[in-house]
């Protein structure tokens, strides 16, 4: 097992333990957010005809080369062609046919006035504008071809991927499986939120914030409960996660007389990788895996402070929770921010240090969100990122710039829509 690892270090480990999990199939309807398993191609041409994009008169642009709004064409009117029309006479030269959005323009047409640009009088039509060849004609194909890879594995699929999934026709599609994360909490002050807070006791807030980040990045947690500092009941619990992909536990890993988590995970074969961390806040986390055969879960035994924990899973859970699904990147947005005030510690660990960021023209000021204690979960809660103190300094002046984890891009949110 590796002690007093760096984050880099510990990262790397992870991910090198971390697998990619299966696919399944989901109906269109529940793949918002999922992760695709398998590139999608198309079997068909969007769009399947060429249509036009306007209301108004299919025509040849050559019949209607020298109308203008003092000189109109008059064209008679062949016929009509709805949306939807499945076969269209063609269309004689010298005429224009009535067309309305979307539907299938008729051989022999090329272009499509706009009905502003036409006056309708009984069976003729005053055309008053020149079009360009192909003008307000939506071209077969100009959207998909048949055979092209619209979506490449690895992508999580927002609301344009659903409506383009359901243009192919698919009503089912192959996605990464969820992880399923067994949540444990750990400690004898702890109790669920609607429980007695008097006499030392305080709410298990870990249980609910790391359930929580699990649902926002597509993971699916089961929760074990609260063990009590005593070697059998964490075992217990512990054993009724071994079914899941991964096991996160909050406290209990550290070095006090009560910390019994890391025994009974040794005891039920897990093997440990690595424990101590070389960041602030998070030292105490403990990574492994059950079992040799790389099939039992992965383990990561967070420390109980709430920001600790929090962190700690953000930075090293996160990813591993976005590999499994099979997602092609697995890190924040990291912009260059800077520094409105100075922050100072001691050197040897990165700090990990929350901050709120406002938008300054096309600058990004740092500030931090105040106490950073580990307990503090307002820290938490203000910040809109984390930003990277490195190891060995022990200053980072006003004004100089650092890197910033983006956690919430909502600072850039505006009052103003921008058109
Ligand atoms: P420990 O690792 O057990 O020493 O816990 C460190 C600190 O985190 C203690 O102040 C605990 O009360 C607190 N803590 C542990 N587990 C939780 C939890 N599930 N929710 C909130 N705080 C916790
Ligand atoms: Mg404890």
């Not at 194909?141 to 594995?153: F, K, S, T, W, Y």
Request: hydrophobic share 45%; net charge neutral; with cysteine.
């Amino acid at each position: 097992m590796q002690r007093d690892i760096t984050a880099a270090e510990a990262l790397a480990r992870v991910l090198a333990r971390t697998p990619v999990l299966g696919s399944e199939t989901v109906a269109l309807g529940d793949v918002l957010g999922r992760v695709l398993a398998e590139a999608v191609h198309s079997d068909r041409v969007l769009p399947p005809a060429d249509n036009s994009a306007m209301d108004g008169y299919a025509v040849s642009a050559a019949d209607c080369a020298q109308a203008s709004a003092r000189a109109p064409v008059w064209l008679p009117v062949a016929f009509d062609v709805p949306a939807g029309a499945a076969q269209t006479p063609r269309l004689a030269r010298g005429s224009a046919a009535r067309i309305l959005t979307g539907a299938p323009l008729p051989a022999g047409a090329d272009s499509v006035v706009r009905q502003e640009d036409t006056d309708r009088d009984g069976e003729r039509v005053a055309i008053r504008f020149a079009p360009e060849l192909g003008e307000n004609v939506r071209r077969a194909g100009e959207d998909v071809q048949r055979g092209e890879c619209v979506l490449e594995a690895g992508t999580r699929v927002g609301a344009a991927q659903v409506g383009m999934l359901a243009s192919l026709g698919r009503t089912v599609v192959a996605v990464h499986q969820r992880p399923r994360v067994a949540v444990l909490s750990g400690g004898d002050e702890l109790v669920e939120p609607d429980g007695d807070v008097t006499g030392g006791r305080i709410v298990s807030s870990n249980s609910w914030s790391i359930a929580a980040q699990c649902r926002e990045l597509g993971a699916d947690p089961v929760y074990l409960g609260i063990a009590r500092d005593a070697p059998d009941d964490i075992e217990r619990r512990l054993r009724a996660g071994l079914a899941a992909d991964v096991i996160v536990s909050s406290a209990g890993v550290s070095v006090g007389d009560r910390d019994f988590v890391r025994g009974v995970l040794e005891k039920l074969g897990c093997r440990l990788d690595f424990w101590g961390v070389k960041i602030k806040p998070g030292y105490p986390l403990a990574f492994g895996r059950v079992g040799d055969d790389g099939r039992g879960p992965l383990v990561f035994g967070l420390p109980g402070n709430p920001v600790s924990a929090m962190m700690t899973f953000e930075q090293f859970v996160r990813p591993a929770l976005l590999r499994m699904q099979g997602t092609a990147r697995l890190h924040r947005p990291v912009v260059r921010a800077r520094l409105a005030e100075t922050l100072r510690k001691k050197p040897g660990r990165m700090n990990l240090v929350r901050v709120a960021l406002e938008r300054d023209g096309d600058i990004v000021i740092a500030r931090s969100t105040g106490n950073q204690s580990s307990g503090v979960l307002t820290s938490m809660i203000r910040a809109h990122g984390i930003l990277i103190f490195p190891a060995e300094a022990s200053e980072l002046a006003a004004g100089a710039s650092a890197s910033v984890q983006v956690l919430d891009a909502d600072f850039l949110a505006s009052d103003a829509p921008g058109f």
